[in-house]
């Protein structure tokens, strides 16, 4: 199975800083078509996950610009530019190219 | 707008079994591949289970493949997950999702103890 390892696994943030979370995948999420199977979803205190990020860096409709999407290969990253109170939970990349699909183990996002 | 709802978590002994259902609307649900993912109580998310848009083909977690059966009923909106041989592991919120897990449900509990 593919191994998706997150950093860190808990991150304090200040309102209004930025943040930043890491991804780390065992196997290349590059596909055939050229395209990066690399998802982030947020997962906010009591609720269902949501996806927040498709293929590496295309933000889903009505998500805000402050977040961002990078990376390449097996490196990915999580940007937020200015965190905001409702940004709280946990984060999460997933891979969707190898079967079985695998999740990071969650990064948890609190407020200092 | 995609409402996903699922139904037929509960307590169930170590052994027994239990059917989830998730009534999906909003969108063209044959034309879409479904998944179950769990969560245990404080713990991250778990892929377990998906079936192409028409079911000819599924895939399972490890965890569960021999135990776990996915399926769907396109003339009624539906996907199910039929859970035999439960074992107190098993225990969890199980979402299903559509395909690429754009969007979820609200998840329904399932606890296995005895």
């Known amino acids: 199975d593919v191994l998706m390892t997150q950093s860190p696994l808990s991150l304090p943030v200040t309102l209004g800083q930025p943040a930043s979370i890491s991804c780390r995948s065992s196997?290349?999420?590059?596909?055939?078509?050229?395209?990066?199977?690399l998802d982030w979803l947020h997962q906010g205190p009591g609720q269902s996950p949501r996806r927040l990020i498709y293929?590496?860096?295309n933000r889903d409709s009505g998500v805000p610009d402050r977040f961002s999407g990078s990376g390449s290969g097996t490196d990915f990253t999580l940007n937020i530019s200015r965190v905001e109170a409702e940004d709280v939970g946990v984060y999460y990349c997933?891979?969707?190219?190898?079967?079985?699909?695998?999740f990071g183990q969650g990064t948890k996002v609190e407020i200092k | 707008q995609v409402q996903l709802v699922e139904s037929g978590g509960g307590l169930v002994q170590p052994g027994g079994s239990l059917r989830l259902s998730c009534a999906a609307s909003?969108?063209?649900?044959?034309?879409?591949?479904m998944h179950w993912v769990r969560q245990a109580p404080g713990k991250g998310l778990e892929w377990v289970a998906f079936?192409?848009?028409?079911?000819?083909?599924?895939f399972y977690a490890k965890s569960v493949k021999g135990r776990f059966t996915i399926s769907r009923d396109n003339s009624k909106n539906t996907l199910f997950l039929q859970m035999d041989r439960l074992r107190a592991d098993d225990t969890a919120i199980y979402y299903c999702?559509?395909?690429?897990?754009?969007?979820w449900g609200q998840g329904t509990q399932v606890t296995v103890s005895s």
């Open positions: 196997q290349s999420l590059v596909y055939s078509d050229g395209d990066t199977y």
């Open positions: 909003g969108f063209n649900f044959n034309g879409f591949g």
């Open positions: 079936t192409r848009y028409d079911g000819s083909n599924e």
């Open positions: 997933k891979q969707g190219i190898h079967w079985p699909w695998t």
């Open positions: 999702a559509k395909t690429p897990l754009d969007y």
């Open positions: 293929k590496l860096s």
